[in-house]
């Protein structure tokens, strides 16, 4: 079955080390996303891939890093910068810039 | 801010019966919109889409309404049933690439 699956579904991690969260994609889409919710919040964007070997920051991708060597990933990497690291992350993909996103089961990150 | 949201922030309905969640947005040059559900501990799940040039498009159970004159999106659910509890959002995009998604709606659906 085609989709996104991202690892591990929980993450704790203590304060000023960085950690890695996983994206992989079966669906040959070729634009890949991570957004960040806070309870009761909507989604934010915090980073965007187009194409392989290319990103762009979204609303929200200060104390974030992402890499995309190969079509199917889009780690990302919440750095010991980053000031309230503790929240759920949706890792998405989509076939272009104009349509749904698909998302994956999410990664919740608790740093203490 | 957010340039989507949400009217309320919850929804009680009777099983059975119809649902509407509402949505607004504010750039009036956005083109195109996605209604997600999302259950608990879940990521969202794409429900139904819309593209400007249309002012209603169904599918399984559910009917999305937009209001380009007033800025406005709606989400129907016939029938609600039980499996239906979760949080609604509308997504808008902002351009190439880029949703923004509203706070969202909480579905609750009493027996």
């Known amino acids: 079955d085609g989709g996104i699956t991202q690892s591990p579904k929980y993450l704790f991690r203590k304060e000023g080390q960085n950690v890695t969260l996983s994206c992989e994609q079966n669906?040959?889409?070729?634009?890949m996303y991570w957004y960040r919710q806070d309870p009761g919040q909507g989604l934010r964007l915090i980073y965007y891939?187009?194409?392989?070997?290319?990103?762009q920051k979204g609303d929200i991708a200060e104390g974030y890093s992402v890499s995309r060597e190969k079509k199917e990933s889009f780690p990302l990497t919440v750095t010991s910068a980053q000031k309230n690291p503790t929240a759920f992350y949706l890792c998405?993909?989509?076939?272009?810039?104009?349509?749904?996103?698909?998302f994956g089961p999410g990664t919740r990150l608790t740093v203490t | 801010g957010e340039s989507v949201g949400l009217h309320l922030p919850t929804l009680s309905v009777q099983e059975g019966d119809n649902s509407i969640i509402n949505c607004a947005y504010s750039n009036s040059a956005s083109d195109y919109f996605i209604w997600y559900k999302q259950e608990s501990g879940k990521g969202p799940q794409f429900i139904i889409d819309i593209r400007s040039n249309m002012d209603k498009r169904q599918g399984q159970r559910v009917t999305v309404l937009l209001n380009k004159t007033v800025k406005h999106l709606s989400l129907q659910i016939a029938a609600t049933q039980p499996g239906d509890s979760a949080v609604y959002f509308c997504a808008e995009n902002m351009g190439d690439y880029k949703l923004s998604f509203g706070a969202g709606t909480t579905v609750t659906v009493r027996a």
């Open positions: 669906l040959n889409h070729d634009a």
């Open positions: 891939s187009q194409i392989v070997n290319d990103f």
């Open positions: 998405a993909s989509s076939t272009g810039g104009r349509a749904w996103q698909y």
